[in-house]
């Protein structure tokens, strides 16, 4: 699951937001339906951005947080554009791995450095799943769902910096699931 423009608040019964931007109903409504039939299946999933976001609410999870510098002030998740007309920018930052997760498997660190592109977020774990990278200021950054078999969900953009190792190690393990 890719990441792209914000889901409408109406797929989550959210408020409008005047940063909210690049409203696609049908592809929130097709994505939604898509992550709900994909984690009852087998098929390895990977989410980024926006797909971390598909599937928290796939998943009954909270509403989004609709413009995250409102919320977490602490740290930069997207640089925001100076007038109306133009486009915010991503940002790299740093977040803690958790230690038992499987993305700690992946990347073998407990800290690693992302790229992020983000205004919208996650407030709280969906049911049933567990954290597996947060930012310093408390976003969460990445989660995990222990019942299927190979499922992350990222918050960052690791396609923007594929030339780093760390980020190409999630690519990998990815593929190498999906290869079966």
């Known amino acids: 699951f890719t990441g792209g423009g914000d889901i409408s608040p ?10 909210i931007y690049s409203l696609d109903l049908e592809r929130d409504r097709f994505e939604l339906r898509l992550a709900q039939l ?3 299946s087998d098929i390895p999933i990977l989410g980024i951005c926006r797909g ?3 599937l928290n609410l796939a998943s009954n999870g ?3 947080v609709p413009h995250v510098p409102e919320v977490f002030a602490d ?7 100076p007038h109306p007309d133009s486009r915010a920018q991503p940002v790299g930052h740093s977040v803690r791995v958790m230690p038992d997760s499987r993305l700690a498997q992946i990347v073998k660190s407990d800290e690693i450095s992302v790229v992020s592109w983000h205004h919208q977020a ?3 774990l969906p049911p ?23 499922l992350l969900a990222l918050q960052w953009h690791p396609e923007m910096s594929i030339e780093d190792g760390v980020q190409l190690k999630i690519f990998q393990a990815f593929v190498l699931a999906a290869g079966g």
């Open 10 to 19: 109406e797929c989550f019964g959210g408020d409008d937001h005047r940063t």
């Open 122 to 124: 996650i407030k709280a």
């Open 75 to 81: 740290i930069l998740h997207r640089i925001e554009p």
């Open 52 to 54: 971390l976001q598909v």
């Open 62 to 64: 909270d509403k989004l």
């Open 38 to 40: 994909a984690l009852t």
């Open 128 to 150: 049933g799943w567990q954290l597996a990278a947060k930012a310093p200021d408390g976003l969460i950054e990445a989660i995990e769902y222990a019942p299927h078999p190979w």
